[in-house]
């Protein structure tokens, strides 16, 4: 359980981070939190570093915890109409995410230190995961019209993409990939539907 000093302090490190990446100031941080830096550093083992790994984490248990889109799917299960239940939970996901978070987690792919890279990549694979294992179950027996994790992972970069600011650099080859997979995918919502 976090002291309220900590939460304040994780607080202003998202949003600080993810405005300035890791360049954020430590002093910045503190006054933000309406602490010192002395209470700041004792709290987060005396390294900056510490702190940013601490706010990732935070952001992904709130917006990234492959449990709580679990949640979002199977609870619009009630209506049978698989492209619906699909479509809610995504928009339910995507309205969820809060902008600091999403850049935050940007900020930890761009970076230069592997870690933050293979937490940020994590969280972001086992929600890939869930919704293409959904989508695979769904298409009916014998139907390839797309990959059904290729288009999970189309899907959700769009998404996360459109909360950040500055979109991580894509090949064009991987582009063409993703659009022709949400293509199919749209395709086959649209026939289902009608």
Same mark, same amino acid.
């Given at each position: 359980?976090?002291?309220?000093?900590?939460?304040?302090?994780?607080?202003?490190?998202?949003?600080?981070?993810?405005?300035?990446?890791?360049?954020?100031?430590?002093?910045?941080?503190?006054?933000?939190?309406?602490?010192?830096?002395?209470?700041?550093?004792?709290?987060?083992?005396?390294?900056?570093?510490?702190?940013?790994?601490?706010?990732?984490?935070?952001?992904?248990?709130?917006?990234?915890?492959?449990?709580?889109?679990?949640?979002?799917?199977?609870?619009?299960?009630?209506?049978?109409?698989?492209?619906?239940?699909?479509?809610?939970?995504?928009?339910?996901?995507?309205?969820?995410?809060?902008?600091?978070?999403?850049?935050?987690?940007?900020?930890?792919?761009?970076?230069?230190?592997?870690?933050?890279?293979?937490?940020?990549?994590?969280?972001?694979?086992?929600?890939? %995961?869930?919704?293409? @294992?959904?989508?695979?179950?769904?298409? *009916? !027996?014998?139907? +390839? #019209?797309?990959?059904?994790?290729?288009? $999970?992972?189309?899907?959700?970069?769009?998404?996360? %993409?459109?909360?950040? @600011?500055?979109?991580?650099?894509?090949? *064009? !080859?991987?582009? +063409? #990939?993703?659009?022709?997979?949400?293509? $199919?995918?749209?395709?086959?919502?649209?026939?289902?539907?009608?």
């Amino acid at each position: 359980m976090k002291s309220e000093n900590e939460a304040k302090i994780l607080e202003a490190a998202i949003e600080l981070f993810a405005e300035s990446g890791y360049a954020a100031g430590a002093r910045d941080i503190a006054e933000k939190a309406g602490t010192t830096t002395m209470t700041m550093y004792r709290l987060f083992h005396n390294r900056k570093e510490h702190l940013f790994e601490e706010a990732l984490r935070e952001v992904i248990s709130r917006s990234f915890d492959p449990g709580k889109f679990v949640l979002f799917i199977y609870e619009d299960q009630k209506s049978k109409d698989f492209p619906v239940v699909l479509a809610s939970a995504l928009q339910r996901w995507y309205f969820s995410i809060d902008p600091n978070s999403a850049r935050l987690m940007g900020h930890a792919y761009l970076s230069g230190n592997e870690k933050w890279r293979e937490m940020a990549d994590s969280a972001m694979e086992k929600i890939v %995961g869930i919704l293409a @294992t959904t989508m695979g179950r769904q298409m *009916p !027996k014998g139907r +390839k #019209e797309f990959d059904p994790r290729t288009a $999970a992972k189309a899907l959700i970069s769009v998404l996360f %993409g459109m909360k950040m @600011t500055r979109p991580r650099k894509r090949s *064009p !080859k991987v582009e +063409k #990939e993703e659009a022709k997979e949400v293509e $199919a995918l749209v395709g086959y919502w649209i026939r289902e539907l009608a």
